[in-house]
């Protein structure tokens, strides 16, 4: 078991284990219980309460299963012309392979899956608040040592690599340290501010820790994903929308929209209200969306709309990384960042190689949480089992200093409020991030690169006063909304040519010879690299 020493209420919590998962969703529940499974000592700390936090938590969510065989052959197929062959079809083997012994594995613990018309399994949907509470029991029942409300705000590191992390309390306000001699990365991605349906606290925490650790970052260009969502909520659930008929303002029916409904219903948006209407519904299939998803349908239900006969306003919701590709490169199926002792798992690594340059929402992503959880723990626990000996004898020191000083008074810098609403201004316009040009990214990393030089500067002052805790958190959490604004900016502005959820207006064609990845690392100064090229200077 973890050992965990409490000084006092007031004073640090020192904790030291083999490995330290950070991040209580699917994929830090499952890393968790495959490095315990090894042996292994295992922490596992959340910002919110483990169960309920994360974008898997409120709702149900589909499933990517298909058996070895002829079958998953064809999916590799299907994903390798979707994606334009830019899968890595051995890659999308692999996770669809974890995937469906994962899931068949939890049908032989008894959770409750549906089931199909035979009375079997039906093993691609999980509802999100059952499944999560699920793992939740068995990660505690296996000896994980959960901490809920202990968010952490960097990694510890030295000559050998990352050995832990730090963060606070949120219930008392006190600081925790964390030892560990393997660390995996699970904190979800950036939803740059948008607070749709368990998306209020990812901001990119573990992107800004990992390249504050030296990781690099991959298809940070591809976080233009939107959502059709009814107007007025923070529903960001698809699946209702397959039976949906559009209308445009003047109330004539935009037609069949095809697999890509977003970029209609943007364009349409560019004229004025857009609306929707459930009518392509048979009783029977009314009846499976309102259990399936009951709490999609919540806000039909306040507002009077019976949304199967009724016209009801849409928008579109910028989903950032969270169903983006984008994240931290991973340099094996081992889900290894590069550096010694890191190891990263979920959305907040990139999905690339899964899904391209298209969206992971929904099925490709929720099977990828459990295949890299499972990844990710098994090659921390191996490498932790190695470590053990040296883990005691080892003082890691803070890797993260930006954003780690107090808030002052007398700064005349923006506030970290003022420093999200201009993100925000930025990354979710349909204008200047579903559809981007040249002009209109280089005015965005203009004005995003003056406000982080306010972050750099303000970081460099002497620090005469400690921070309260609430108060690096919020700072914390900018600085990665910022970073992560930065990153997607920067790449979107060297990938010129339309791919996937990357539209370019100015340069609107699919180009073959375009780079098939691009990279980017950095904090002051961002870098990027084609394909593994030079390093050379954004902008």
């Excluded at 609430?470 to 900018?478: D, G, V």
Aim: with cysteine; glycine share 12%; aromatic share 6%.
């Amino acid at each position: 078991m973890a050992r965990v020493k409490l000084i006092r209420q007031t004073d640090t919590l020192e904790l030291v284990a083999d490995v330290l998962v950070i991040g209580g969703g699917p994929a830090g529940v499952w890393a968790a219980l495959t490095a315990r499974a090894a042996g292994c000592e295992v922490i596992l700390v959340d910002k919110g309460f483990c169960g309920t936090s994360g974008a898997t938590a409120p709702s149900n969510t589909e499933t990517w299963i298909t058996p070895p065989g002829t079958a998953r052959q064809a999916a590799i197929d299907r994903q390798m012309v979707k994606t334009r062959g830019l899968c890595d079809p051995g890659h999308v083997d692999d996770v669809l392979d974890r995937a469906y012994a994962a899931l068949n594995r939890l049908a032989a613990l008894s959770y409750p899956f549906p089931t199909d018309s035979s009375g079997h399994p039906y093993l691609g949907n999980l509802r999100g608040p059952d499944y999560m509470r699920f793992m939740r029991r068995r990660a505690i029942g296996a000896g994980v040592q959960v901490f809920d409300h202990h968010p952490a705000v960097c990694l510890l590191g030295d000559e050998d690599g990352v050995g832990g992390a730090q963060g606070f309390d949120r219930q008392f306000g006190t600081p925790w340290t964390a030892r560990a001699s393997t660390v995996v990365l699970a904190s979800g991605g950036c939803a740059f501010g948008e607070r749709f349906i368990g998306s209020t606290g990812l901001t990119g925490d573990g992107l800004l820790m990992a390249v504050e650790a030296g990781a690099v970052l991959s298809g940070m260009e591809m976080s233009s994903q939107y959502a059709v969502t009814p107007a007025g909520t923070s529903l960001n659930k698809g699946m209702p929308f397959r039976f949906a008929t559009f209308f445009d303002a003047n109330g004539d029916d935009l037609g069949e929209l095809g697999d890509d409904r977003q970029v209609a219903v943007a364009s349409a948006m560019l004229k004025g209200p857009v609306f929707a209407r459930l009518d392509k519904t048979s009783q029977s299939e009314r009846d499976m969306l309102r259990r399936g998803q009951p709490n999609c349908f919540l806000p039909y239900d306040r507002l009077g709309i019976d949304p199967f006969r009724e016209k009801f306003e849409i928008t579109l919701r910028c989903e950032g990384t969270v169903r983006g590709a984008g994240g931290i490169l991973l340099s094996s199926k081992h889900c290894d960042t590069g550096i010694p002792g890191l190891y990263a798992a979920g959305d907040v690594a990139s999905r690339q190689d899964l899904v391209g340059a298209i969206t992971g929402g929904g099925g490709p992503n929720s099977s990828w949480a459990i295949a890299s959880g499972i990844m990710a723990g098994n090659a921390a626990g191996d490498d932790a089992e190695r470590k053990r000996p040296l883990r005691d004898r080892r003082s890691p020191a803070p890797l993260g200093t930006i954003a780690m000083q107090p808030e002052r008074q007398a700064s005349s810098g923006p506030t970290p409020s003022e420093i999200v609403t201009a993100v925000r201004a930025h990354m979710l316009p349909l204008e200047s991030n579903f559809y981007r040009t040249e002009q209109g990214l280089r005015r965005s990393g203009s004005a995003l690169d003056d406000l982080w030089s306010n972050i750099a500067q303000d970081n460099r002052r002497p620090n005469r006063s400690s921070a309260a805790p609430p108060e690096i958190m919020k700072r914390r959490e900018t600085a990665a909304l910022l970073a992560c604004a930065r990153w997607a900016v920067s790449s979107a502005l060297v990938r010129r040519e339309t791919r996937g959820m990357h539209r370019r207006t100015d340069f609107s064609e699919f180009q073959k010879d375009g780079p098939r990845r691009l990279y980017a690392k950095g904090l002051d100064t961002i870098e990027l690299s084609r394909d593994g090229q030079a390093w050379s200077t954004a902008r």
